[in-house]
């Protein structure tokens, strides 16, 4: 027997609404739970998150917080607020990470970060540290093509979805993934776009971003905005590994200055609300007249975002934040996150318990007015040390960029240092190489600190090596003439000097251009092999003194 034509579209019909959910009448309240640069952060960094004193406004402290067992924690908790939720990044969670994770090729963040519920993820620089093929590979899952299997079990990728707006398969001219992520909340859709920073290739080795373009931040949303409109989707969110400079509390925005503010000020109106990163910076700001939030780094916060969606227009009509601190106080571990980390931790311990060292006091990366880091004279002086022989390099400086110091060497009680510790500081594991350049392209390194940088890289300088600079003085002509010295002796812009840095900083990394200018390059060995080298024999009590690099003004 056949239904008559009418009977079968009512019966199709109404199939229809058993599955998809009606519109709303009402307003819909949604709650949005976001972080950004966990840099694979399982356990909660040393140091936690330094804010101002509840006590005393004019100190600050440092709160233990982070980890991803308490954050896990954190975001069921705020998740259960309310019905409507979902919980993003805006990139870095891989990357520059702890050997925790990073021994394992971050696998462990992905799959920690999986069973949080972690929903979409914009792509961040970071992302790009091992190539587009590796982070493929985190998307899709499957055994490293080089170490394999390393892990308890075979690795099977990301059950969140990473979301690349801008970045391009050069050769096809397609996104290497998806532009955006749309979720209903009771029947209203909402898409999220994923995107990195345009200037990612200046910041990522070479082989990171091999066959790959970068666009405008700006200008890709607003392409995909008509996009989104024609699919009647008029409520934006934007997911953007970039961000700024705040001059508040973590939880606040009297003044943010940065790539940000430019990128917002130039997207369309339709975008409602932006998710940043990058600068390792907490923020809750209004910018042209949107909310725009970061939450620090490492699991510290979570930015707990809060908009109401109007049922006809289905548009954002409130938006509000709160930057909630993970503190390892007030938030208990996750069972499932502890189990986790305890597999993985007895499979690395050989490696990360190793004792290499003693210290006497904390090595950190605490600036001086100049810029030195007690950390980076350290680490510059021990690649030196491990480049100046002949057979090795034959270097007389060692040059360290800032963004690859990660960590506070800090010690156990009796002062013992392990390799744990070291991979903390330098987790990117690159190879040293010495150049030969001029006494002039030196200086002009040196000028390239303030040169096409978000803020000032102050690079890290070995023992013999010396300068001044003058921040009265125009970008570009700061450093005080006849100040650079070795040895006590004036640097000759014609006579040729030999020179250590990273494999990142020889490729023209940070924008520090010159060096890939560098003639006679000697590959040594690996950075963190050669700091072990050097803490072996350095005496445990020694000083750091802070004037290599000297400021005016």
């Known amino acids: 027997m056949r239904l008559p034509a009418s009977l079968l579209l009512a019966a199709l019909a109404l199939a229809a609404c058993s599955t998809t959910p009606p519109r709303a009448t009402q307003p819909v309240n949604v709650k949005i739970l976001a972080i950004n640069d966990f840099h694979g952060n399982l356990k909660p960094p040393r140091g936690g998150i330094r804010i101002k004193d509840p006590a005393d406004a004019s100190k600050a402290i440092d709160v233990p917080a982070g980890g991803s067992e308490h954050l896990a924690t954190a975001v069921a908790q705020l998740r259960a607020r309310n019905a409507n939720h979902i919980f993003v990044a805006a990139g870095d969670l891989i990357g520059a990470s702890p050997l925790l994770s990073a021994l394992f090729h971050d696998e462990p963040t992905i799959d920690s970060l999986g069973l949080m519920g972690l929903e979409a993820s914009a792509v961040g620089n970071h992302e790009f540290d091992h190539g587009a093929a590796e982070l493929l590979r985190m998307q899709k899952g499957g055994c490293h093509p080089g170490d394999g ?9 990301a059950s969140f979805k990473y979301l690349a707006a801008s970045t391009f398969d050069a050769g096809s001219g397609q996104t290497i993934f998806p532009s955006y992520h749309v979720k209903r909340f009771e029947g209203i859709p909402v898409a999220f776009i994923g995107l990195t920073l345009k200037d990612t290739p200046n910041i990522v080795v070479p082989s990171g971003v091999a066959g790959l373009r970068f666009d405008d931040e700006a200008a890709t949303v ?24 705040p001059t508040g509390e973590y939880n606040d925005c009297p003044g943010i200055s940065g790539a940000i503010v430019d990128i917002v000020m130039k997207l369309d109106k339709a975008v409602d609300l932006v998710v940043s990163g990058h600068t390792h910076k907490a923020y809750n700001c209004r910018i042209d007249g949107r909310l725009v939030t970061s939450g620090d780094k490492y699991g510290t916060i979570v930015s707990e975002i809060d908009i109401v969606l109007d049922p006809k ?41 190793r004792v290499v060292g003693k210290i006497g006091a904390p090595l950190t990366r605490d600036e001086s007015p100049a810029g030195e880091m007690p950390i980076g004279q350290v680490v510059a002086d021990a690649q030196l040390a491990a480049t100046r022989a002949a057979a090795d390099g034959g270097a007389q400086i060692a040059l360290m960029n800032p963004g690859g110091l990660r960590a506070n060497l800090t ?143």
Not at 149 to 157: I, N, S, V, Y
Not at 223 to 245: C, D, S, T, W, Y
């Open 313 to 353: 227009s289905g548009k954002v009509i409130q938006a509000r934040a709160d930057n909630v601190i993970v503190r390892t106080d007030r938030f208990n571990k996750d069972p499932a996150q502890t189990q986790l980390i305890a597999v993985y931790e007895q499979l690395a311990a050989p490696l990360a318990k």
């Open 222 to 245: 607003n392409k995909l905005v008509p996009e989104l409109q024609r699919q009647g989707i008029a409520a934006i969110v934007v997911l953007i590994h970039e961000g700024g400079f």
């Open 149 to 157: 299997c390393k892990g308890p079990q075979p690795f099977k990728g």
């Open 411 to 553: 010690a156990a009680a009796d002062g013992a240092v392990r390799y744990e510790d070291l991979f903390a500081v330098q987790p990117f594991y690159n190879n040293l190489v010495t150049l030969s350049l001029t006494g002039a392209q030196i200086v002009q390194v040196l000028e390239q600190q303030w040169l096409n940088q978000p803020r000032p890289r102050i690079l890290q300088v070995s023992k013999g090596f010396a300068y001044a600079w003058d921040s009265a003085r125009p970008v570009g002509q700061r450093v005080v003439p006849g100040s650079v010295t070795l040895d006590g002796k004036p640097l000759e812009a014609t006579a040729i000097y030999r020179v250590t840095v990273n494999s990142f900083l020889a490729d023209g990394g940070d924008n520090f251009s010159t060096f890939k200018q560098g003639r006679e390059p000697r590959t040594g060995a690996m950075d963190v092999d050669a700091f072990e080298q050097f803490l072996a024999r350095r005496a445990q009590g020694e000083s750091v003194a802070l004037d290599r690099v000297r400021r005016l003004n």
